[in-house]
T-cell receptor
């Protein structure tokens, strides 16, 4: 069935370093790839997304890249700060009201 | 503009009891969703409603029912709670450009 694999499950980086989280999807018809940040005790919050007709998208310190051939996409956070510490989820959708989520990455930014 | 709101925030039930989780959105979105989040398993779709008057099963619908009361409100009902339904429940709504917005969640414990 459709699934999204996300790696790593935990990631620790020093403040100021970059963090990269990777996801692989199985359904080649997927065309929308959002990333969410979830802080403790809160709901997931959309932070950036990319569509299948775009290879890269950037918003200040965060960027997402998409490789349709390999069916994987990645979240890049540069110049990490303590407030970036959270759980990050990727997802894939093909516009049929169904979003398949990865299992999450717990990012810890060490001061 | 409150976004997506959910009540209650916390609930403890005994096995066999029933309850309804409430969700409302003020963004005029057509699509609404109920997910459950369990440790290490990401977000799993319980039910969704593509538009007012329609509902469809997701990945894990057993033991749940939903009602799309109007365009704003989408409720989730547990008729006879079981310990396996202990989880954090999130409601979400989706914009016409696929952006999904989540509520703050309901933490449910069934003893």
């Amino acid at each position: 069935g459709e699934n999204v694999e996300q790696h790593p499950s935990t990631l620790s980086v020093q403040e100021g370093d970059s963090a990269v989280i990777k996801c692989t999807y199985s359904d080649s018809a997927s065309n929308y790839f959002p990333w969410y940040k979830q802080e403790l005790g809160k709901g997931p919050q959309l932070i950036i997304d990319i569509r299948s007709n775009v290879g890269e998208k950037k918003d200040q310190r965060i960027a997402v890249t998409l490789n349709k051939t390999a069916k994987h996409f990645s979240l890049h956070i540069t110049e990490t700060q303590p407030e970036d510490s959270a759980v990050y989820f990727c997802a894939a959708s093909k516009g049929t009201y169904k979003y398949i989520f990865g299992t999450g990455t717990r990012l810890k930014v060490l001061a | 503009n409150a976004g997506v709101t959910q009540t209650p925030k916390f609930q403890v039930l005994k096995t066999g009891q029933s309850m309804t989780l409430q969700c409302a959105q003020d963004m005029n979105h057509n699509s609404m969703y109920w997910y459950r989040q369990d440790p290490g398993m990401g977000l799993r779709l319980i039910y969704y409603s593509a538009s007012e008057g329609t509902t469809d099963k997701g990945e894990v619908p057993n033991g749940y029912n939903v009602s799309r009361l109007n365009k704003r409100e989408f409720s989730l009902r547990l008729e006879s709670a079981a310990p396996s339904q202990t989880s954090v429940y999130f409601c979400a709504s989706t914009s016409s450009s696929d952006e999904q917005y989540f509520g703050p969640g309901t933490r449910l414990t069934v003893t």
